[in-house]
């Protein structure tokens, strides 16, 4: 059973636009996370907000921002997309305990022409 | 920062063959190991979570880990064509707030 939420499910758009993704758990978890998969299938880490607050900011170009209403949101805002940004999506959600799973939502596919 | 490695990079399996995926991983004092599966188009599915050494079991998934060695393996018990999939093996550690560092995956065919 999906419990964590991420729209759209694709999104294809022009080099120099911007893009928005929303990702939303229902499992009342305080941490999320932002991950890139690549074409290889290779998945990065990219932010990661515990009740509201960016507490994970890896090594990403500015035009990427979180934005996080309250700790069961986390959207992605991409500034002027670049064809390098075409990749999957993927936001998970989990309590901090040392022993917590991280769930995962189904991605959102981004082409950039 | 981790470094996270999967072999082999593909493998084949009879159906009803044991598969064996391997994973090595940089950082010692990481605490956390997680074996997902992911089929084309879709999000990740977690299998089976480990976090000392020894064995850890999940119907018929099973994780071996062994921290002196920077290894976590996966056996797969009696493989279905269902089992086709890229397997990722995920590292992570509390003092980095669970952030999951991946290999790059084993796709896994399992024929009939």
């Known amino acids: 059973e999906t419990a964590v939420f991420q729209t759209p499910n694709y999104h294809v758009t022009q080099v120099g636009n911007e893009v928005s993704f929303n990702c939303k758990q229902t499992?009342?978890?305080?941490?999320m996370y932002w991950y890139k998969q690549d074409s290889k299938k290779l998945l990065k880490i990219m932010f990661s907000y515990n009740n509201k607050q960016l507490i994970v900011n890896e090594t990403v170009p500015r035009r990427f921002s979180p934005q996080s209403s309250d700790k069961a949101h986390l959207n992605l805002r991409i500034k002027s997309v670049e064809p390098e940004d075409s990749a999957v999506y993927l936001c998970?959600?989990?309590?901090?305990?040392?022993?917590?799973?991280?769930?995962f939502g189904p991605g959102t596919r981004l082409l950039v022409l | 920062q981790q470094k996270v490695q999967q072999s082999p990079e593909s493998l084949t399996v009879s159906e009803g063959a044991m598969a064996s995926l391997n994973c090595t991983f940089s950082d010692g004092t990481s605490n956390n190991f997680r074996w997902y599966r992911q089929h084309s188009a879709k999000g990740l599915e977690v299998l089976v979570s480990?976090?000392?050494?020894g064995e850890k079991e999940e119907g018929r998934f099973t994780a071996h880990l062994n921290r002196a060695n920077l290894h976590v393996s996966l056996h797969i018990r009696e493989p279905q064509p269902s089992d086709s999939a890229v397997y990722l093996c995920a590292v992570s550690s509390m003092s980095n707030y669970n952030v999951l560092y991946f290999g790059s995956g084993t796709k896994l065919t399992v024929e009939p």
């Open positions: 499992l009342g978890h305080d941490t």
């Open positions: 480990i976090f000392s050494d």
């Open positions: 998970a959600s989990s309590p901090l305990g040392v022993q917590d799973t991280q769930y």
